[in-house]
């Protein structure tokens, strides 16, 4: 009896196992562009991808490094198919990293099919961002781990995802920068006429110093 009953709970244990190893999940951002000014803004779409069960619930934050934490804001979001927060959201800096200030995902009433869903808009605004190449990436780590709930109340980790967007300079920066390259320009030519000039002349004043000498 005893080995019987052994041998049914493993069976329901690996077949338990075996169901919930079934279970995938990914999550894609999809940013406006990627080549934005200091002072510019731009939206970002988030699609989640997931299969072997329905969703409850999807978590989700964004992290960045520090050297771009007073750069970015989150100023307004939609949800699509979860029910969550409209925004607007900071973020938060620790010693490594800077993290949205609360959960960007959200929770339905009735259980979400597996498949491929845009599921948040998210609407950001930069403020004197310096020129460079800036990543933000899902979380991945407890207590922000970015997770879908499923109908078992199950929660199942995101593999991380990240986007891409580079900050140049303003078109009034280029402007300067062009007229500053463009004075330089003019100053090194009028050097190099003023030498052309002084080398011309020296034989000519060379010659006269040699018959005033005479």
């Not at 964004?62 to 771009?68: I, K, N, S, W």
């Not at 979380?139 to 891409?164: L, R």
């Amino acid at each position: 009896m005893k080995k019987a009953l052994l041998i049914t709970t493993i069976i329901c244990g690996t077949m338990a196992g075996t169901a919930f190893s079934q279970h995938t999940q990914s999550m894609q951002f999809v940013p406006s562009g990627s080549i934005f000014n200091q002072n510019d803004t731009f939206t970002v779409e988030t699609l989640l991808t997931f299969s072997g069960y329905s969703a409850r619930a999807v978590s989700f934050w964004l992290e960045t490094p520090v050297v771009g934490a007073g750069f970015f804001h989150i100023t307004a979001e939609q949800h699509f198919v979860f029910n969550g927060n409209t925004g607007p959201s900071e973020f938060g800096c620790g010693t490594s990293y800077c993290i949205t200030d609360r959960d960007l995902g959200g929770g339905s009433q009735t259980l979400v099919p597996p498949g491929t869903l845009d599921i948040a808009h998210i609407s950001f605004s930069i403020t004197n961002a310096a020129p460079g190449v800036y990543t933000f990436y899902s979380t991945t780590e407890i207590p922000h781990a970015s997770i879908v709930s499923d109908q078992d109340f199950n929660d199942n980790p995101i593999p991380q995802a990240s986007f891409s967007i580079t900050i140049v300079p303003e078109p009034s920066t280029f402007a300067l920068l062009a007229l500053a390259g463009a004075g330089l320009g003019l100053l090194a030519y009028r050097r190099r006429v003023a030498a052309f000039v002084l080398r011309s002349s020296q034989p000519h004043r060379e010659k006269i110093f040699s018959e005033g000498a005479i």
